[in-house]
């Protein structure tokens, strides 16, 4: 079975446990590093995002929440997804995310159709990856000051209230609860309007962008800051490397760090270069560029200290089979196949 095969049935199963296991009785509790919205009905895990920003999830704890003891269900819950993260580091994107494996099938539908995926420009790719960090702020300034009697107290939830999995997701099971304007107050009538709005970019963006969502997501930024635990990472070796840019190509988050190759006029000693993590900032742990590189063991994939993949010429080549007839027409590092 091929990786990228197994992914697909990894992506499926965990998206059946997560968006319905809770109506069989599975609770894979509330530290999830991936979107398992706690806003569908019956689902079978939380988010940690919908934690980290509740008053007992650490971000908006006062002294009242400390005392009580509910600070050491915040610290077990905080340890859990960083053990978790530590795991599968970015891989949680790529394999288990269910609204990951929504965007994919919209990127499918867009294939069917045979329309040509949007190109950004490198300026406007710095601007939308810019954002998710301007949501993981919001995410985590809002709960302190909410505590701190600066912000209103129907923020509670700032980013649910907000994402646009909190619409999209009940969405697939049926149920509309969100489908509508809050005219509570102005704060939920703002909330709800711009979850609308944010929903209705994100469905459009992700026909039209491979896991374009990806790119907004504060829990890749979440996920990131514990990069130097990930037990599963994606290694390159330099000296290998022919830069025919295979890797960029397929890459979903438009990650440039796997193309370059040893510059051929350098003084440098190939053979005393280290291989380098391109498990970096953005990475979906999808492992594409693992297996299109095209050549023999310039990219591995490696859990701890065992290598459990090498690229390999002959995998590349029924990796990349279908791909290249429909988009023959398209040239440079910075186009997808």
Request: proline share 6%; aromatic share 10%.
């Amino acid at each position: 079975m091929s990786i990228r095969t197994f992914r697909f049935l990894s992506q499926h199963v965990f998206f059946l446990i997560l968006t319905f296991g809770g109506r069989l009785g599975v609770s894979l509790g509330p530290s999830l590093p991936c979107l398992s919205c706690p806003y569908v009905v019956g689902c079978g895990g939380i988010c940690y995002l919908r934690f980290l920003q509740s008053p007992m999830g650490g971000l908006g704890m006062n002294w009242a929440v400390l005392s009580s003891g509910r600070g050491l269900a915040a610290l077990a819950a905080l340890g859990l997804f960083i053990a978790l993260v530590a795991l599968l580091g970015q891989s949680w994107c790529g394999w288990t995310c269910p609204f990951g494996l929504v965007q994919d099938y919209a990127a499918r539908l867009r294939n069917k159709l045979r329309i040509r995926e949007a190109i950004f420009t490198e300026r406007t790719m710095a601007f939308i990856k810019t954002l998710k960090y301007v949501c993981f702020g919001y995410l985590v300034s809002t709960p302190v000051l909410i505590t701190l009697g600066a912000a209103h107290p129907d923020l509670s939830l700032p980013y649910c209230a907000i994402c646009p999995v909190k619409l999209i997701m009940p969405l697939l099971t049926g149920d509309t609860t969100y489908l509508n304007l809050d005219f509570t107050n102005p704060v939920l009538l703002t909330t709800s309007v711009v979850l609308m709005i944010f929903s209705g970019l994100v469905l459009v963006g992700m026909f039209f962008k491979t896991r374009f969502f990806c790119l907004l997501c504060p829990m890749s930024v979440l996920i990131g800051l514990f990069r130097p635990l990930y037990l599963l990472r994606v290694l390159k070796r330099p000296q290998a490397c022919l830069g025919c840019g295979n890797c960029r190509r397929v890459c979903p988050a438009d990650i440039d760090k796997t193309t370059p190759a040893i510059d051929p006029g350098s003084n440098c000693n190939p053979a005393l270069v280290k291989p380098v993590t391109l498990s970096t900032s953005g990475c979906q742990g999808c492992f594409n560029c693992a297996q299109c590189c095209a050549t023999d063991g310039s990219l591995a994939i490696k859990y701890g200290p065992w290598a459990i993949f090498n690229s390999s010429r002959r995998y590349a080549a029924r990796f990349l089979k279908g791909r290249t007839a429909f988009f023959k027409a398209l040239k440079g590092p910075g186009d997808r196949l």
